[in-house]
Nanobody
Framework: QLQLVESGGGLVQPGGSLRLSCAAA????????IGWFRQAPGKEREGVSC????????NYAESVKGRFTISRDNTKNTVYLQMNSLKPEDTAVYYC????????????????WGKGTLVTVSS
């Protein structure tokens, strides 16, 4: 059983913060590139952030740059997405995905996906 499990979503007010976690079960993600994606109602799934295996190379969507921070703790087999200054337009289901043993942050190159965690930003 190879599985990615997201957690940490919920309801927050605009300007608030959440930290999402992506934990691997059944495999080790230490050598994997991990991406966070999101899908808002009625919209296409989009890339949010990405981190490569060593943690020194990261990507961010322009819409979240400066507000979100991706990190990983390979000893815990977990990747995090710290989300600050949340806006209503951040409301979406957030997914993590793994490009196993690779360096790609692209949607089409992801090998495993979590089931998603819902983030709702509303007052």
């Amino acid at each position: 059983q190879l599985q990615l499990v997201e957690s940490g979503g919920g309801l927050v007010q605009p300007g608030g913060s959440l930290r999402l976690s992506c934990a691997a079960a059944g495999f080790t993600l230490n050598a994997d590139t991990i991406g966070w994606f999101r899908q808002a109602p009625g919209k296409e799934r989009e890339g949010v952030s990405c981190i490569r295996s060593r943690g020194t190379s990261t990507n961010y969507a322009e819409s979240v740059k400066g507000r979100f921070t991706i990190s990983r703790d390979n000893t815990k087999n977990t990747v995090y997405l710290q989300m600050n200054s949340l806006k209503p337009e951040d409301t979406a289901v957030y997914y993590c995905a793994a490009n196993r043993y690779g360096n790609s942050c692209s949607y089409g190159n992801m090998d495993y996906w979590g089931k998603g965690t819902l983030v709702t930003v509303s007052s």
